[in-house]
C-alpha cells in the first residue's frame, strides 16, 4: 500500500468538495422549504426498508443519545408533516422504534432524486469503462469509511 501523499489527499478533498456541492444544490433548489440536513437524510434513509429503535439510528450516525433527540424531535415535528413517527417498542417498552411516516417517504424519494438528477448527468458524460473505474473507487472508499 502506498504512503498517502498529496494525490491522497487531493482525491479526499475533492470527494469533500463533490458532497458539499451536492447540499448546496439541494439547499438552492428548496430555498422556501425547510431543507433537510445531512443528519436528517441518513435518518430518513436508514429508516427507508424498516423500523429502527432510536439507539440504533444513533449507533449509525454515532451520535450521542442527546443528538439523537434532537434530530428525532426535528424530523417528528420540524416540518409541515411529520417525517418520522415514534412508538414505545411493545416487546420492550423501554425502546422506542422509528418508522418512516408516508410524508417521510416523499422527501426522501424528492431529495434522493434531487441529487441524483445532476450526478447521473456527470456520469452520463463517462464512457463504460470510466464508470467502471469510478465505480469500483468509489466503492473501495465507501468499505473502508465503514470499517472504521
Known amino acids: 500500500m502506498n504512503r498517502p501523499g498529496?494525490?491522497?489527499?487531493?482525491?479526499a478533498e475533492a470527494l469533500l468538495e463533490l458532497t458539499q456541492t451536492l447540499w448546496e444544490?439541494?439547499?438552492s433548489q428548496h430555498r422556501n422549504a425547510q431543507p433537510l440536513t445531512a443528519r436528517d437524510f441518513v435518518t430518513l434513509s436508514?429508516?427507508?426498508e424498516a423500523s429502527l429503535h432510536v439507539g440504533d439510528i444513533g449507533k449509525r450516525l454515532r451520535v450521542l443519545p442527546a443528538q439523537m433527540s434532537r434530530i428525532v424531535d426535528r424530523l417528528e415535528s420540524g416540518f409541515d408533516e411529520p417525517l418520522i413517527s415514534c412508538r414505545?417498542?411493545?416487546?420492550d417498552r423501554r425502546r422506542i422504534k422509528v418508522t418512516l411516516t408516508p410524508a417521510g417517504h416523499r422527501m426522501l424519494d424528492v431529495v434522493?432524486?434531487?441529487?441524483l438528477i445532476p450526478i447521473r448527468k456527470a456520469v452520463n458524460e463517462l464512457d463504460d469503462q470510466a464508470c467502471r473505474h469510478l465505480l469500483s473507487v468509489i466503492?473501495?472508499?465507501q468499505d473502508r469509511l465503514r470499517g472504521s
Open 112 to 115: 434522493r432524486r434531487s441529487k
Open 6 to 11: 498529496r494525490l491522497q489527499a487531493a482525491v
Open 88 to 91: 414505545i417498542d411493545e416487546e
Open 25 to 27: 444544490m439541494q439547499y
Open 139 to 141: 466503492e473501495q472508499v
Open 46 to 48: 436508514a429508516l427507508r
